[in-house]
């Protein structure tokens, strides 16, 4: 079956504009992530959704940042004047109804961010 | 907070050798899992392989291995016979146990060159 997918693959923006970055889940999978990649970082951790449960957005590293899931599914990310420090790849994940057992991140091709 | 420390940023291996990747980690919990996951230039995150704490078993998958050394909060991975598709980025990541689905903690990479 298709993989977690992201749109755009790349987006170019000038400084003070808002962008929006789309994530579509594994079909099924109830919980969806959003980490941040910098050049030369690993993954930060964003924000997190699990089923109807409101998200953790304890990642998020400012209110110009937001995201939402609609239907349980497809998930925006939302960065509202952008900043330059904002470049860079925004990856996507999801994973299956979970409990005490372990389940895998699958993760989405990333879109890169360019702020001018 | 769960932190992960990768020291070596860049290494390199001649093809059909083996090499070996750092991870230490910090925590205080005692369920856990550990990863390591491949980033190709496609920047699709990989799962390579994975680690349960509480197992005292190393994780073998294939031609990639760990060392867990759960005292010394150090996870490593060896490649063995290693293949010029194996060049990528490493990532070393963490995840707390206590719940099916919480966020990955990520190293900050170990850029990996295979020389033919």
């Known amino acids: 079956g298709a993989g977690v997918s992201q749109s755009p693959s790349n987006k170019v923006t000038e400084k003070g504009k808002d962008v929006e970055l789309r994530c579509d889940p594994i079909?099924?999978?109830?919980?969806l992530y959003w980490y941040r990649q910098s050049l030369g970082q690993g993954l930060e951790f964003l924000i997190y959704f699990q089923g109807n449960s409101a998200p953790d957005k304890s990642g998020l590293p400012s209110d110009r940042f937001s995201a939402e899931r609609t239907g349980g599914s497809v998930s925006t990310l939302t960065i509202q004047r952008t900043q330059q420090e904002d470049s860079a790849v925004y990856l996507c994940?999801?994973?299956?109804?979970?409990?005490?057992?372990?389940?895998?991140?699958?993760f989405g091709p990333g879109t890169r961010l360019t702020v001018l | 907070a769960q932190t992960v420390t990768q020291s070596q940023p860049e290494m390199s291996v001649q093809e059909a050798e083996t090499v070996t990747l750092s991870c230490t980690y910090d925590t205080s919990e005692s369920d856990y899992y550990l990863f390591w996951y491949k980033q190709p230039p496609s920047r699709q995150m990989i799962l390579v392989i994975r680690?349960?704490?509480?197992?005292?078993q190393n994780a073998t998958e294939n031609r990639f291995s760990v060392n867990f050394q759960k005292a010394a909060k150090s996870f490593s991975l060896k490649i063995s016979d290693s293949q010029l598709g194996d060049a990528a980025m490493y990532f070393c990541a963490y995840r707390s146990g206590n719940s099916g689905n919480t966020p990955l903690v990520f190293g900050k990479g170990t850029r990996l060159s295979v020389i033919a």
């Open positions: 680690q349960e704490a509480y197992k005292q």
């Open positions: 079909s099924g999978h109830t919980a």
């Open positions: 994940a999801s994973s299956s109804h979970g409990g005490a057992t372990y389940n895998e991140q699958f």
